[in-house]
């Protein structure tokens, strides 16, 4: 077995910052994914990679900046923090070739 | 458009009942499909996947598929307090050249009544 770890758990920002989640996962997995959770719009991924220094774009990567510094982990930036965006951040792993995901608890994200 | 369309919204069962919650994909691309299940407060967790026409059945939990319809569902049966969650289908295009790229649908949230 193995965990995801996310910190913070909760992040409170201000509009126009730049935030920093972090992701660390010890499956020995290839591959790290990085969605965004919204009430009433399912799971959208952001930014995905197959393999250290590896990156990806996924459907909603705009605003957004990634960083894989090894293959346990994978950092989440967001570029400039938007005024009563609420959200809930999710990072995931799975193996090269295996489909299923394993998630972290999310880290909660709200903007004054 | 959403790709991944579930139904319903939100269902509430009487305990020892059963649940049905329903996927229908609009990509003919799609073949391999995954039940989640997200409690509050927790990440979502894989319950099964799918990926051949009939019924898979883990435990109290069935799910079935029809690929020419591009329908998925989920049964689960003698429903507990402890299945209170959000249920999440997601789809796999059947060639996926890079990552394992799930799509997930928003989402159907199962109350389960003492």
């Known amino acids: 077995g193995g965990i995801i770890t996310q910190t913070p758990k909760f992040l409170i920002g201000q509009e126009g910052q730049k935030l920093t989640l972090k992701c660390q996962q010890n499956?020995?997995?290839?591959?790290m994914y990085w969605y965004r959770q919204d009430s009433g719009k399912g799971l959208r991924l952001i930014y995905y990679s197959i393999t250290e220094n590896d990156l990806q774009k996924g459907d909603l990567s705009e605003g957004y900046d990634a960083s894989r510094e090894k293959k346990s982990s994978f950092s989440l930036t967001v570029t400039s923090a938007q005024k009563n965006e609420m959200a809930v951040f999710l990072c995931?792993?799975?193996?090269?070739?295996?489909?299923?995901?394993?998630f972290g608890p999310g880290t909660r994200l709200l903007v004054l | 458009q959403q790709k991944v369309q579930q139904s319903p919204e939100s269902l509430s069962v009487p305990e020892g009942g059963m649940a049905s919650l329903n996927c229908t994909s609009s990509?003919?691309?799609?073949?391999y499909f995954w039940w989640y299940r997200q409690h509050s407060g927790e990440g979502p967790k894989a319950l099964m996947s799918i990926f051949s026409d009939g019924d898979k059945k883990e435990g109290r939990f069935t799910a079935h598929l029809n690929k020419a319809s591009l329908h998925v569902s989920l049964h689960i049966r003698d429903s507990q307090p402890s299945d209170s969650a959000l249920y999440f289908c997601?789809?796999?295009?059947?060639?996926?050249?890079?990552?394992?790229?799930?799509?997930f649908g928003i989402g159907t949230r199962v109350l389960v009544r003492p």
């Open positions: 499956f020995n997995h290839d591959t």
């Open positions: 995931a792993s799975s193996r090269a070739g295996q489909d299923t995901q394993y």
């Open positions: 997601a789809a796999r295009k059947a060639t996926n050249s890079a990552g394992n790229k799930l799509t």
């Open positions: 990509d003919r691309n799609f073949q």
